[in-house]
């Protein structure tokens, strides 16, 4: 079991940042791909970000690419999703997910993650 809680969402004007952050407790979080999703009201949760076990290898949805940046700290069982740039599109509750154990690479189909936290919201205002 894995437990997963994100923080850092609010209300931001648009153009300006955010810094999510996803806490791990339970198994051992360096063994788990990591993940960021979001859905956003009326529509399905949608992949934004994924991170390799080591953090070295990240992969990003097209509609955040050059706007987010996700890493890890292994040492701290911590992720991270930086967002720029925000723009009211962006408006959705955020999730972090934990990947199949041992997954090496990045895992971007919602499908394959079997941990996920309870959300933050970020709400975009134009």
């Known amino acids: 079991q894995v437990q997963l809680v994100e923080s850092g969402g609010g209300l931001v004007q648009a153009g300006g940042s955010l810094r999510l952050s996803c806490a791990a407790s339970g198994r051992t979080f360096s063994l788990y791909p990591m993940g960021w999703f979001r859905q956003a009201p009326g529509k399905e949760r949608e992949f934004v970000a994924a991170?390799?076990?080591?953090?070295?290898?990240?992969n990003y949805a097209d509609s955040v690419k050059g706007r987010c940046s996700i890493s890890r700290d292994n040492t701290k069982n911590t992720v991270y999703l930086q967002v720029n740039s925000l723009e009211p599109e962006d408006t959705a509750v955020y999730y972090c997910?934990?990947?199949?154990?041992?997954?090496?690479?990045?895992?971007?189909?919602?499908?394959?993650?079997?941990?996920w936290g309870q959300g933050t919201q970020v709400t975009v205002s134009s």
């Open positions: 991170i390799s076990l080591s953090g070295y290898t990240t």
């Open positions: 997910a934990a990947g199949p154990p041992g997954r090496t690479g990045v895992v971007r189909r919602t499908s394959e993650y079997g941990y």
